[in-house]
């Protein structure tokens, strides 16, 4: 994988159309995985549009990660990632450091893999009932936020 080769020299934040990875051109699909990767590589981040999810799953999901991170701390560390085997729950600020350099990363995150909504399994699922590694298992979950698991889910 090639790796940056220093600050890019980018006039605008890419906008990437999404409209057409459900097309059975494969050659249309190739380009906008190229267009991906580029932002990847020369900016490091992009806007997409035609995603496909609605607008109102954005604006409760919106909602839900508002109330859960004015949570006060003591109650997101319930979940701390660090407490989890499968890399899922809760980061704090500067508990993750992707710069040695620096003493970590100014953000807080709360990390989820696929899990059926309606707790059906989906053969679009990556991954068996059997399978294992770091990431298999469960999600967790704010223990005393009730109804905010669905919103996250539908997102």
């Not at 003591?74 to 729950?89: A, C």
């Not at 893999?113 to 399978?131: D, F, I, M």
Request: charged share 25%.
């Amino acid at each position: 994988m090639s790796q940056p080769s220093g600050p890019s020299p980018f006039a605008e934040i890419p906008i990437i159309d999404l409209g057409g990875t459900r097309s059975f051109d494969i050659s249309h699909r190739r380009s906008i995985a190229q267009d991906v990767r580029k932002a990847c590589t020369e900016v490091g981040f992009f806007y997409v549009k035609n995603h496909g999810v609605p607008q109102a799953a954005i604006d409760r999901v919106i909602e839900q990660a508002k109330r859960f991170f004015n949570e006060p701390l003591e109650r997101k560390m319930l979940i701390d990632i660090h407490n989890v085997p499968n890399f899922k729950g809760y980061t704090a600020l500067l508990s993750e450091n992707t710069d040695p350099e620096n003493r970590g990363d100014l953000h807080e995150g709360f990390d989820i893999g696929w899990e059926a909504l309606n707790g059906a399994p989906s053969s679009s699922a990556p991954v068996g009932e059997n399978a294992t590694g770091a990431m298999q298992g469960n999600n967790v979950w704010p223990p005393d936020l009730p109804g905010f698991k669905e919103p996250v889910l539908e997102y």
